[in-house]
């Protein structure tokens, strides 16, 4: 199966670059899966899981937010504020942060920052995905 | 002979005491030039990357309407100011300072027409004392500084400006040169110029949703990056101004024992002839 150069960037470093058979990520409408040779295409990407399958079975899961990806070609470039693979993930603290989110958009008191509290929940819940 | 051996010694003592700090001040700072150096190196592709796609946007859809783009009347102005938390760097931040504070006298003739968001604890006291309008403040930031550290402060000057409540925002650093040179400026942030694209090669992406929409969730992303990155050349330029420095003061430290040991050298041979001679004259007197 052909493959394609992905790489992962986020303001402080290259978080990943290696070659894949196919990219899955969550963009602003909805799920995209890319494959070698996909037309050019740049979209937001969401607060969610990106999956990255490297070969038959294996991929590699991190947590992608504030982000989006380029498509060109046989290179695929997602660009995040954070990215997280696995291993840099305290799942205890996004679990955590994971309640803390919940129970502020529960209580609804007047000056909540929705908006703040449900990424925050957003973020949380994509880090305790991927460390799964 | 002015003053006593023993002061004379005393003075070297503690002279040795304070060269060996600002040396080991020097070194450190260098490690951690490097360091930044480093990390200003990293930073560049995301910065580079978000560049291009925008370019690519901005030519491919002439005329984008984006308030970001747009030059409108201006009321009221925002300056981002970066300094460090820690003195001893020389003139690292009173130049950056003294030029921030020339500019808005310039501009401006009351404290209605600008506001400051500050970065760093010298800045943050120098304009607070002066009564200056702070509008946002981040200190104690770490020698290397997370993109996350400074999202705050970024993310609320570019949403102001979104806001309409700031019309336009200049970014204050000192730009690094070298080691021994860092030039303070002040640079417009906002509106941004779209950046030209450089080379012929724009592809014609597909956008999702539209380009419009990809626009807007880029350029403020693409203001918070130009203000990371100015952070970090900042950082650099304050490790090195603190480096030069300190090896300013660790040489004048070696000039003024060299000085102080020749006096010391002779006064404690004057008084060694001044005891010979009153042997001397203690022996003649018994003769």
Do not use: W
Request: aromatic share 6%; proline share 4%; net charge positive.
């Amino acid at each position: 199966m052909s493959k394609m150069t992905v790489e992962v960037v986020t303001p402080e470093r290259v978080v990943y670059s290696g070659q894949a058979e196919m990219v899955i990520a969550r963009g602003l409408q909805g799920e995209i899966g890319i494959m070698p040779n996909h037309m050019p295409l740049v979209t937001p990407l969401k607060t969610a899981p990106v999956r990255i399958k490297t070969e038959g079975d294996k991929e590699v899961k991190m947590a992608v937010s504030g982000g989006f990806m380029e498509v060109r070609g046989d290179k695929v470039t997602i660009l995040a504020e954070t990215a997280e693979l696995p291993g840099d993930i305290d799942v205890e603290r996004a679990k955590a942060a994971k309640e803390r989110a919940e129970k502020r958009l529960a209580e609804k008191y007047a000056e909540l920052d929705v908006k703040r509290a449900e990424r925050a929940l957003q973020r949380a819940m994509a880090r305790i995905d991927v460390a799964k | 002979m002015a003053k006593g051996i023993r002061e004379i010694r005393r003075s070297i003592k503690s002279k040795k005491d304070m060269r060996q700090i600002t040396k080991a001040m020097k070194m450190v700072a260098a490690a951690k030039l490097r360091r930044n150096q480093d990390k200003a190196e990293a930073a560049r592709p995301y910065a580079d990357k978000i560049q291009e796609v925008i370019a690519s946007i901005a030519s491919g859809t002439s005329g984008s309407k984006h308030p970001m783009l747009q030059n409108r009347p201006v009321k009221k102005t925002g300056y981002i100011v970066i300094t460090s938390d820690r003195g001893l760097a020389g003139g690292y931040n009173a130049n950056i300072l003294r030029k921030v504070v020339n500019t808005i006298n310039e501009k401006h003739k009351s404290k209605d027409e600008y506001g400051i968001f500050v970065i760093g604890r010298k800045g943050r006291d120098f304009f607070s004392k002066r009564n200056y309008p702070l509008l946002e403040e981040v200190t104690g930031l770490p020698v290397s500084p997370a993109f996350a550290d400074i999202k705050k402060i970024a993310g609320a000057a570019v949403q102001m400006f979104e806001n309409e409540q700031i019309d336009e925002l200049y970014l204050c650093y000192n730009k690094f040169q070298s080691a021994i040179s860092q030039i303070p400026t002040v640079k417009q942030l906002l509106p941004l110029e779209a950046p030209e694209s450089n080379n012929a090669r724009t592809m014609n992406y597909e956008y999702e949703p539209s380009s419009e929409e990809v626009l807007a969730d880029l350029l403020p992303k693409y203001a918070e990056t130009l203000v990371y990155s100015a952070l970090l050349e900042a950082k650099a330029s304050e490790e090195g101004s603190r480096m030069t420095a300190m090896g300013n003061a660790t040489d004048n430290a070696t000039d003024m024992i060299n000085r102080l040991t020749l006096s010391y050298n002779r006064a404690r041979q004057a008084a060694i002839t001044q005891e010979i001679s009153e042997i001397v004259a203690g022996a003649n007197a018994q003769a």
